[in-house]
């Protein structure tokens, strides 16, 4: 299956090394992960790695802190291309953000990105979210064209999903 689970802590450096190649645009290098961020997100990296077997303890006691860091990888030609990575609050679970959707430049344009967000949209929607948000880059155009036709809505400069609580659960994509 092309679509998994993360598996942390033993995803962490994986997860890195596909945002940092995953987020360069060279059409447009604004929207790239720049030198001072690439730092900051190896050092907060390594602080979750330090910090994930208390982590890991604190879950046992504390459920609201399970929902800190979830995801999938997507695999093509045995080997990661793409990921997206979601989380929710303490103390919120009805409330979820999808943190990270980024997908190699050679493998973009295929719909992997597409496919992430569902597994993601199918998993939230089992976990009875009732508002998730997606921040997506106005101008880039081919990531909002993707999640155009779908469930997904701008708000403002932000793309964001609002459930009323209402809604079949089986309308969620899978």
């Not at 598996?7 to 447009?28: A, H, R, T, W």
């Not at 921040?135 to 880039?140: M, S, T």
């Amino acid at each position: 299956m092309p679509i998994r689970p993360f598996i942390l802590p033993k995803d962490l450096d994986l997860m890195n090394s596909l945002v940092m190649e995953g987020f360069q645009y060279p059409e447009n290098p604004a929207w790239s992960v720049q030198e001072d961020e690439k730092e900051g997100m190896i050092d907060r990296l390594n602080g979750i790695k330090r910090m994930w077997p208390l982590m890991r303890f604190m879950q046992i006691f504390a459920p609201s802190l399970r929902n800190l860091m979830h995801g999938f990888i997507y695999e093509e030609d045995n080997k990661p291309v793409g990921l997206v990575n979601y989380m929710s609050p303490p103390g919120r679970p009805a409330e979820w953000m999808i943190a990270n959707v980024t997908v190699l430049p050679a493998y973009r344009r295929h719909g992997i990105a597409r496919k992430l967000v569902n597994a993601t949209m199918s998993t939230l929607g089992e976990r009875k979210a009732k508002f998730i948000l997606l921040e997506v880059i106005e101008e880039n155009l081919p990531g909002v064209q993707s999640l155009q036709g779908t469930w997904i809505f701008p708000l403002r400069q932000r793309i964001s999903i609002r459930c009323t609580g209402d809604e079949d659960r089986a309308s969620f994509p899978t």
